[in-house]
C-alpha cells in the first residue's frame, strides 16, 4: 500500500495510507492544467509537501471548496456544504445560514488526510473565513484585497500597498502581503483579539476610501468595472462574516499552478522599483522552494494579537507616502456607520 509521500508517483488508480486512514485516489493522471501538463496527482503532491505550512492556516476555518472535475479549462463549481460521501473522519462545522435558514456543515481541513481527499475531489482552489468556526462572528484579521483595472498590474498593487502599510506603521500595527495568485495582491493584518466584523468592516471601507481620496488617479473604493479601468480596487468588502478568501498556499485555477503566496516586503518594493509584475508570480514548485529556504512568511497572521484602531484615530493618518496633504474628508461618515450595520443572528456554532 502506497504512502502519501508517494501520490506523485501512484498509478492512476491508487489507495493509499495517511495517519492510520486509507484513501482511495482516482484519475491521477488526469491533466488538470493542460497548458502546463500538471495532473490530479501533481496537485495532490503539491498540497502534501505544502501541508506543513498550509494546515496551520486551514486548521478550525470553514473552507468553501472550488472544484473542477474536468480542469481549468473545464466547468467549476463552489461547495460549501461538505460532501455527504465524505470519510468518517472529515471534520465538519455547522455554521447558521440565514439564507437556508439552516445549518451549513462545511468541511474543515485538520490533517494531510482531508487536505488530500480535497484535493481528489479537484478542490484546486481553497477558499476559507476569516474567522474560525467555534467563533464565526470574531475575524482574526483584516484583509484588503488589491485588484487591478487593466492596464494597471501588480506593480500598480505594490504601490498601493506600500500606502497601505505606511498608514499601518502610523498605527504601530504590522501588516503581511501575499499574492492573490492571479493578478493582484492581498494585504492581511493580524488581530487575534476580540473584535467582529461590525468593526472590521466600516473600518476598512474607510481606509479604502481614505486612500482613494488621496490617490484618485490610481485608487477606487467603488467596485463598479467601469470605474476600475487603469486603477486598483481596494476590496474591502472581504470582511465579512458570510464571505472568504482565497487561503494562503492556494493553487489557482489559471493557466498554470500558480499558488497564493507569502512575500516580504522588500519583494513588494523591489517589483514597483523594478516594474515588473512577473517578479511576484510564484508557481507551485517555486513556492515549495521558497518555504524550504524561507519557511512560512505568513505564520505571525496566525498568532500576532493586535488591536483594531479606533476611527478617529484614521484622521492623522492622511499622510500614506506620495499623498497630496488632502484631508480624508469621507473619513467621517463612513466611521459613524460603525456598529449600525445589523448583526446576523449568529448561531452556536457546535463542531464535531
Request: proline share 6%; with cysteine; charged share 25%.
Amino acid at each position: 500500500m502506497a504512502t502519501y509521500a508517494e501520490v506523485g508517483v501512484a498509478k492512476d488508480q491508487s489507495v493509499i495510507e495517511i495517519e492510520g486512514k486509507q484513501l482511495k485516489l482516482s484519475n491521477l493522471n488526469k491533466v488538470l492544467y493542460p497548458a502546463a501538463g500538471f495532473t490530479k496527482g501533481q496537485v495532490i503532491d503539491y498540497y502534501v509537501r505544502i501541508a506543513p505550512v498550509l494546515l496551520p492556516h486551514l486548521r478550525g476555518r470553514p473552507l468553501t471548496m472550488k472544484r473542477y472535475p474536468e480542469g481549468v479549462d473545464g466547468q467549476y463549481f463552489y461547495e460549501k456544504r461538505c460532501p455527504r460521501h465524505r470519510p468518517e473522519w472529515v471534520t465538519t462545522a455547522p455554521i447558521w445560514s440565514e439564507g437556508n435558514n439552516d445549518y451549513i456543515h462545511f468541511c474543515v481541513v485538520e490533517n494531510v488526510a482531508t487536505l488530500v481527499w480535497a484535493g481528489n475531489l479537484a478542490d484546486l482552489e481553497l477558499h476559507t473565513s476569516l474567522s474560525l468556526a467555534k467563533k464565526i462572528e470574531q475575524p482574526t484579521m483584516m484583509v484588503f484585497d488589491l485588484d487591478p483595472g487593466e492596464p494597471a498590474d501588480m506593480v500598480q498593487c505594490c504601490q498601493v500597498g506600500l500606502w497601505l502599510r505606511g498608514i499601518f506603521e502610523k498605527f504601530n500595527l504590522n501588516c503581511y502581503a501575499k499574492t492573490s495568485g492571479s493578478k493582484g495582491l492581498q494585504i492581511y493584518v493580524p488581530l487575534n483579539t476580540p473584535v467582529s466584523y461590525d468593526q472590521t468592516k466600516p473600518f476598512a471601507h474607510a481606509l479604502a476610501r481614505l486612500l482613494e481620496s488621496e490617490h484618485p488617479e490610481l485608487v477606487v473604493s467603488d467596485m463598479k468595472k467601469t470605474l476600475r479601468v487603469g486603477k486598483i480596487l481596494v476590496d474591502w468588502s472581504q470582511n465579512d462574516e458570510h464571505k472568504t478568501t482565497i487561503n494562503v498556499y492556494s493553487l489557482r485555477a489559471k493557466q498554470r499552478p500558480t499558488v497564493s503566496t507569502p512575500v516580504s516586503w522588500d519583494e513588494v518594493k523591489r517589483c514597483f522599483s523594478k516594474k515588473d509584475p512577473d517578479l511576484l508570480v510564484f508557481k507551485s514548485q517555486q513556492v515549495l522552494e521558497r518555504v524550504e529556504k524561507m519557511g512560512d512568511l505568513f505564520a505571525a497572521v496566525l498568532t500576532e494579537k493586535q488591536k483594531l484602531p479606533e476611527f478617529g484615530k484614521l484622521r492623522v493618518t492622511s499622510e500614506s507616502g506620495n499623498n497630496r496633504g488632502r484631508s480624508p474628508r469621507v473619513v467621517a461618515p463612513v466611521a459613524a456607520t460603525a456598529g449600525k450595520r445589523s448583526k446576523s443572528l449568529s448561531k452556536a456554532v457546535r463542531k464535531k
